[in-house]
């Protein structure tokens, strides 16, 4: 079955400590996102990748960094830097961006917790 | 920056009945999108709707775009108990090349 796999569904950070989470989709779509989701906000745009080794900065890029070295792929990791990482982290991919406005695909998404 | 605004915040309604919840946003876009979110779960796309649309209809959905109003509506047929989740509407702007999203409406449909 075609679809997004996110991993870990959760995960415990430390003070100081990047984390890394995982995005991998089979769906052959272009465009990947990640966004962040906490109570009562929707959904906030972190990073979003329209090609292969190339990404852009999404409303909320700052204490997060990615890479998108294959197009299965799109990685995201929340670094020291960013002070209230507590949140649910949600990939998503589509056919491509601008073009026939279609609609995203979503993970189950990583709950990610500080300890 | 949050695109849209849903209301109402949350809706409970028995089961048979209708659910109409609302989006208004603030900047023109391309399309308007609305998706649906299980509790602890990923989303799932319901229906996309044009900027040149009024109206669209998928199965028990139907939704209205007004865009001298910049809203939008998302009507649930004959709700069940399975229909319990959260909605979210979502602006598509083709300058951005990314989706927008509101708050959501959560609907609680009872037995």
């Known amino acids: 079955d075609g679809g997004i796999t996110q991993s870990p569904k959760y995960l415990f950070r430390k003070e100081g400590q990047n984390v890394t989470l995982s995005c991998e989709q089979n769906l052959n779509h272009d465009a990947m996102y990640w966004y962040r989701q906490d109570p009562g906000q929707g959904l906030r745009l972190i990073y979003y990748?329209?090609?292969?080794?190339?990404?852009q900065k999404g409303d909320i890029a700052e204490g997060y960094s990615v890479s998108r070295e294959k197009k299965e792929s799109f990685p995201l990791t929340v670094t020291s830097a960013q002070k209230n990482p507590t949140a649910f982290y949600l990939c998503?991919?589509?056919?491509?961006?601008?073009?026939?406005?279609?609609?995203?695909?979503f993970g189950d998404g990583t709950r990610l917790s500080i300890l | 920056s949050q695109q849209g605004e849903e209301d109402p915040q949350a809706l409970s309604i028995q089961e048979g009945e209708n659910a109409t919840m609302n989006c208004s946003y603030k900047t023109s876009i391309n399309n308007l999108q609305w998706y649906r979110q299980n509790s602890g779960r990923g989303l799932v796309h319901l229906i996309l709707?044009?900027?040149?649309?009024r109206e669209k209809h998928s199965g028990r959905l139907r939704v209205t775009l007004d865009t001298s109003k910049k809203s939008s509506s998302l009507l649930i047929t004959a709700s069940r108990a399975a229909d319990t989740a959260s909605y979210f509407c979502?602006?598509?702007?083709?300058?951005?090349?990314?989706?927008?999203f509101g708050t959501g409406t959560q609907l609680k449909v009872e037995l």
């Open positions: 979502a602006g598509f702007t083709g300058g951005g090349n990314k989706l927008t």
């Open positions: 709707i044009r900027s040149n649309e």
């Open positions: 998503a991919s589509s056919i491509a961006t601008g073009v026939g406005n279609q609609p995203q695909h």
């Open positions: 990748s329209q090609i292969v080794n190339d990404f």
